[in-house]
């Protein structure tokens, strides 16, 4: 089995502004919304956690960027 999601952003993604309208999250417009492949990566650590649900470590050490 692979599983594949890229970490890198593009430049528009910082700062993002979310809008929540209609049940939609969209952006503002003056950024990129910025799940990206944030998305597929958190879906990615989800998969890790059911294979292997004792193993989790501790989160602390990381930041959000």
Do not use: N
Not at 38 to 43: D, Y
Request: aromatic share 4%; hydrophobic share 45%; charged share 25%.
């Amino acid at each position: 089995m692979l599983l594949s999601a890229h970490l890198d952003t593009v430049p528009l993604a910082t700062k993002v502004l979310p809008v929540f309208e209609d049940g939609w999250i969209l952006s503002d417009g003056k950024t990129a919304l910025g799940a990206e492949d944030k998305a597929g990566l958190t879906i990615l650590l989800e998969v890790a956690d059911l294979l292997h649900p004792g193993d989790r470590r501790d989160p602390r050490p990381w930041r959000s960027c």
